[in-house]
């Protein structure tokens, strides 16, 4: 199987996808709860957010309640964050023969990029500790846009083909969760997962049997060639 002719680029999720790495999820995760409660969110949407781990209900609530909170809380938030993240960014490398594939799809025209709910400069940081930061034409990150526009918004996907120059039906994407198959559900991307975290049947029983999945980045070379 090949490529179709018209994709012109190859987004990656990083944590997971491209980067072997360790975070504290459940930790990352509880930052944003302890900020609602802080703030005094009503314990119905925390208790929401909980079950679906969307924030919107809650920054809504902060708008129109507590304006000036909200208006920081991206980035008290969003600081917190990287700090969990560069716990064990030190760990991070990238996956087998993930290196030579982006190298390849360089040689062949292809363009390439980072699209990740991860902070930049946690991204940048670890890219650039195993020299991959250079293999990618462009790095969007959680903190480049408004959190309202991370994945799995639409608005992601066109952040990053906005940065590479291509249409969202000139991109494949590849990554290891649901968010990100829902971030190319939304905008219309043609998505790949990688088995990194769930098996072939643990992608079909999240997702349905018709999602297209390879063991590892590096195997998307059975589409290339």
């Given at each position: ?30 930052i944003f709860m302890d900020e609602f409660e802080c703030q005094g969110v009503p314990g ?166 018709s999602v297209e999945t390879i063991p590892l980045v590096a195997d998307l070379r059975r589409?290339?060639?």
């Amino acid at each position: 199987m090949t490529l179709d002719p018209k994709i012109r680029a190859i987004g990656f999720d990083m944590d997971g996808t491209v980067m072997n790495t360790k975070v504290n999820y459940e930790k990352l995760g509880r930052i944003f709860m302890d900020e609602f409660e802080c703030q005094g969110v009503p314990g119905d949407i925390i208790e929401r957010h909980l079950k679906t781990g969307s924030l919107d209900e809650g920054l809504e609530w902060l708008e129109a309640n507590k304006p000036e909170a909200f208006a920081n809380f991206e980035k008290r938030a969003g600081d917190r964050a990287t700090e969990v993240e560069m716990e064990f960014a030190d760990q991070a490398g990238p996956y087998p023969g993930t290196r030579e594939l982006l190298e390849d799809l360089r040689r062949r025209g292809y363009k390439t990029a980072i699209l990740t709910r991860g902070g930049h400069s946690y991204a940048d940081y670890i890219l650039s500790r195993s020299d991959m930061l250079g293999l990618f034409d462009a790095v969007i990150a959680r903190d480049d846009y408004p959190y309202k526009e991370a994945k799995p918004s639409k608005i992601a996907m066109e952040h990053m083909c906005g940065a590479l120059g291509v249409g969202l039906d000139e991109v494949i994407f590849l990554g290891d969760g649901t968010t990100d198959y829902y971030t190319c559900v939304n905008s219309g991307t043609r998505f790949i997962g990688v088995e990194t975290h769930m098996s072939r049947e643990g992608w079909e029983k999240a997702v349905g049997p018709s999602v297209e999945t390879i063991p590892l980045v590096a195997d998307l070379r059975r589409y290339i060639g």
